[in-house]
C-alpha cells in the first residue's frame, strides 16, 4: 500500500507530494503535529501578559490616550493586555510602618493589593502619567510608594516603559519623572527601563488628538 501525502516536512521540497509508504505515513503525521504544536508553544511564550497603569485622573486625558495607543500595539502583537485607570480608585497615603516586608501586602484597606497582585504577575508595565511642575503625577508616586511589599516578593515584570505627556515642549521635561521612576525599578534588578515616550505640547483635554506620538506609543506597544 502506497500513500500520497501533500505536506511540508522539513526534508521535503515545498509545494510538492511526498511518496510515503505505510510504515512511514504515521511518522509523517507525528512529525507534522509536533511541527505545529512547537509553533503554538512559540507563540504563547512569546506572549506577554502587559499591565498599564493610567495614572491621570482628568477625563480625556492625553497621557490615558497615549497609553490607549500603547494597548492597541501591544493587542495587535498579540499580548495579554489590561489597563488599570486610578479614576475612582482608594489609593491612600503609606505609613512607613514596614509591616508589608513581613506581610506580603499592604495593612490598608483600599484597592492597592488588587493592583499589586496584577502587577506582580505581569511580564510588562507600563506607567502613563501627565507632567505635574516637572515630576510625575502625585497619585503615581503614591501608588509606588505603596507598593512597597513587592520588594520582598517574587516579582515577574522585566520591561518597564514610562509614557508623559505636559503642556511644555522641551525635552527635558520629563527627565525628572523617568529619573524617579528609575530609582523604583533599580530596587527590582530583574527588571529594566525599556522605553519612554514623551509627548509635550498638550495642555487641554484630548489636545493629544491626531499627535504624531500616538502613533509612535502604537509601535512601541507592538515591540514591547
Not at 482608594?90 to 510602618?97: E, N, Q, T, V
Not at 513587592?150 to 516603559?161: H, K, N, P
Request: charged share 25%.
Amino acid at each position: 500500500m502506497v500513500l500520497l501525502l501533500s505536506t511540508h516536512l522539513s526534508y521535503g521540497k515545498a509545494d510538492k507530494p511526498v511518496i510515503l509508504g505505510k510504515k512511514n505515513y504515521k511518522f509523517a503525521i507525528e512529525f507534522k503535529a509536533n511541527q505545529l504544536e512547537e509553533k503554538t508553544n512559540s507563540k504563547q511564550d512569546s506572549m506577554k501578559k502587559v499591565i498599564v497603569i493610567s495614572t491621570s485622573l482628568r477625563a480625556g486625558s492625553n497621557s490615558d490616550m497615549l497609553a490607549d495607543k500603547f494597548m492597541e500595539g501591544a493587542l495587535q502583537a498579540g499580548h495579554e493586555v489590561e489597563k488599570i485607570s486610578l479614576i475612582g480608585k482608594d489609593i491612600r497615603f503609606c505609613h512607613g510602618c514596614l509591616a508589608c516586608q513581613k506581610l506580603g501586602k499592604c495593612v490598608i484597606q483600599d484597592d492597592v493589593d488588587a493592583i499589586m497582585q496584577k502587577v506582580l504577575h505581569a511580564d510588562v508595565i507600563v506607567w502613563a502619567t501627565p507632567i505635574y511642575y516637572f515630576e510625575m503625577s502625585g497619585q503615581m508616586k503614591v501608588l509606588i510608594d505603596r507598593m512597597n511589599a513587592l520588594y520582598t516578593l517574587d516579582y515577574q515584570f522585566r520591561d518597564v516603559y514610562m509614557l508623559t505627556v505636559a503642556a511644555e515642549e522641551e525635552p527635558e521635561v520629563p527627565q525628572r519623572a523617568e529619573a524617579g521612576l528609575t530609582g523604583w525599578i533599580d530596587c527590582f534588578p530583574k527588571s529594566r527601563l525599556a522605553g519612554t515616550l514623551f509627548c509635550g505640547g498638550v495642555a487641554d483635554p484630548r489636545a493629544i488628538s491626531g499627535h504624531s506620538k500616538l502613533n509612535e506609543a502604537y509601535e512601541m506597544g507592538l515591540h514591547c
